[in-house]
């Protein structure tokens, strides 16, 4: 490495301190990702860069079920194929990966971002529950799946939407316990979840 160690060992310590921030990476694994990343070809190093900075510039939320998308709408909204008779209520985006990874729901989602939490002071307003409420009005949905996750605040959520949307004449659904409390769907492995979502049950 034709490097000189006098002007580089601050933005070789700069990307070991960034990567150890994010979640599950640790100063090894921060350490050893950038001195991979130092010897790595060009175009790999540069095609990681740019996409981290599309990340943040060129994603929104869908404006129909708030998951991430690239343009107004994400490619679920956009498809014709889905069920739009069902709608699967989550807490993250990436809880649509975990679902859609077991490949059998066909249905329309909605991402909450977060869950209600009033020890860390997250309220109904502060999730997209209004919206939510606002979509069912008019749609073709006759169920709602509440896919919250099963730790004592997704379990919150889910009996305050039951509460909310039962009334209004949708079938509400929740999944199947099974899925270990604590958990969340994301990390569930696909048999679980395929079960959990098999064997809901109506509130
Ligand atoms: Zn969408």
Request: aromatic share 6%; net charge negative; glycine share 8%.
């Given at each position: 490495?034709?490097?000189?160690?006098?002007t580089?060992?601050?933005?070789?310590?700069?990307?070991?301190?960034?990567?150890?921030?994010l979640?599950?990476?640790?100063?090894k694994s921060a350490?050893?990702?950038?001195?991979?990343?130092?010897?790595?070809?060009?175009e790999q190093?540069?095609?990681?860069?740019?996409?981290m900075?599309?990340?943040?510039q060129?994603?929104?939320?869908c404006?129909?079920?708030?998951?991430?998308?690239d343009?107004?709408?994400?490619?679920?909204?956009?498809?014709d194929?889905?069920?739009?008779?069902?709608?699967c209520?989550?807490?993250?985006p990436?809880?649509?990966l975990?679902?859609?990874h077991?490949?059998?729901?066909?249905?329309?989602y909605h991402?909450?971002h977060?869950?209600?939490?009033?020890?860390?002071?997250?309220?109904?307003?502060?999730?997209?529950?209004k919206?939510?409420?606002?979509?069912?009005?008019g749609?073709?949905?006759?169920?709602a799946?509440?896919?919250t996750?099963?730790?004592?605040e997704?379990?919150?959520?889910?009996?305050?939407l039951?509460?909310?949307i039962?009334?209004?004449?949708?079938?509400?659904?929740?999944?199947?316990?099974g899925?270990?409390f604590?958990?969340?769907?994301?990390?569930a492995?696909?048999?679980?979840?395929?079960h959990?979502?098999?064997?809901?049950?109506?509130?």
């Amino acid at each position: 490495m034709d490097l000189n160690p006098a002007t580089t060992t601050g933005t070789v310590s700069k990307l070991i301190q960034e990567l150890s921030r994010l979640p599950g990476i640790g100063p090894k694994s921060a350490q050893r990702l950038t001195y991979y990343l130092l010897r790595a070809p060009n175009e790999q190093a540069k095609a990681l860069a740019e996409a981290m900075i599309n990340l943040r510039q060129k994603t929104q939320l869908c404006s129909g079920c708030f998951n991430i998308a690239d343009s107004d709408f994400c490619p679920i909204c956009r498809s014709d194929e889905r069920d739009q008779s069902k709608i699967c209520v989550v807490e993250q985006p990436q809880d649509i990966l975990a679902l859609e990874h077991i490949g059998t729901y066909k249905g329309l989602y909605h991402v909450l971002h977060g869950a209600i939490s009033p020890t860390e002071g997250v309220g109904a307003d502060d999730i997209r529950i209004k919206e939510l409420l606002e979509r069912l009005k008019g749609s073709q949905v006759d169920e709602a799946i509440i896919a919250t996750n099963p730790t004592l605040e997704g379990e919150q959520t889910a009996m305050y939407l039951n509460k909310l949307i039962s009334p209004l004449g949708f079938k509400v659904t929740r999944l199947a316990r099974g899925l270990p409390f604590g958990t969340e769907l994301e990390y569930a492995d696909d048999v679980t979840l395929t079960h959990a979502l098999e064997g809901r049950q109506e509130f």
